[in-house]
């Protein structure tokens, strides 16, 4: 299976060069569950645009350190892509920023939340069972670093994670064949602490960063996540007749 990754930025360079791009961390985080799978990527935020929607047997879409509110050109681009590979039954994965665009280009509404950042290690609660969801976690911790949130979800989306800070945690998108994620199974407990410490030199409040800190000790389910959203790209492929 071939999975193309739109990366929608750039970690700051210092990032960069300590834990690599994060087209490469989610390459990492999938390619040991599934051997002989696929990647390519794809710079969207510079306007690399895959040549069709269905060069790729899936797409995931990454974050960013923009919002979606912003309106650039490549995000009103990218949105015409995503809702083009829904229209084709091309299976599509949104983390943080994916999440966000998902929601955006299907009829929701995202903004910088009052809530403030997100940081640190998030426990969201699973509210909808799905034939995909094995192993059957009734919840899920994954490390977070967000502000903005989807706060209108679209007609077409269910949720089914949710937290009292981000309550849609988690989306399915039944015949638009997506799925997406606030939080961000592709980060290592050292990138997720380096980004907390970047927020912090940003200005982040000292005891919110301490908080931070310390909920990375927190066991986290990036192994479940990625598990799930292999079986639902699988079980999308099966069900719509592709070859695995």
Avoid: K
Wanted: aromatic share 8%; charged share 25%; proline share 5%.
């Amino acid at each position: 299976m071939h999975i193309g990754i739109l990366q929608t930025g750039r970690a700051r360079q210092s990032l960069l060069e300590r834990h690599g791009s994060f087209a490469g961390m989610f390459e990492r985080w999938l390619a040991e569950r599934r051997p002989g799978l696929a990647f390519s990527a794809f710079d969207v935020h510079e306007d690399g645009f895959p040549a069709r929607v269905d060069t790729c047997d899936a797409w995931l879409i990454t974050g960013s350190p923009q919002g979606v509110y912003e309106r650039d050109p490549w995000m009103l681009r990218l949105e015409g892509f995503v809702r083009d590979a829904a229209a084709a039954g091309v299976p599509q994965v949104g983390i943080c920023f994916g999440h966000q665009i998902l929601a955006s280009a299907f009829g929701g509404e995202v903004v910088q939340s009052e809530r403030g950042w997100g940081m640190g290690t998030h426990v969201v609660e699973v509210i909808e069972r799905r034939s995909w969801m094995v192993p059957g976690n009734v919840a899920l911790a994954l490390h977070v670093s967000h502000q903005d949130q989807v706060v209108e979800t679209p007609a077409c989306a269910r949720l089914v994670a949710t937290s009292d800070f981000c309550p849609a945690s988690a989306l399915v998108y039944p015949e638009q064949r997506a799925l997406s994620f606030q939080g961000h199974p592709e980060h290592s407990r050292a990138f997720a602490s380096d980004l907390i410490e970047l927020r912090r030199t940003q200005g982040m409040d000292e005891r919110a960063a301490e908080r931070a800190r310390a909920s990375l000790e927190t066991p986290t389910d990036e192994d479940v996540v990625a598990e799930w959203v292999l079986r639902f790209i699988e079980e999308v492929r099966a069900r719509d007749g592709s070859p695995r």
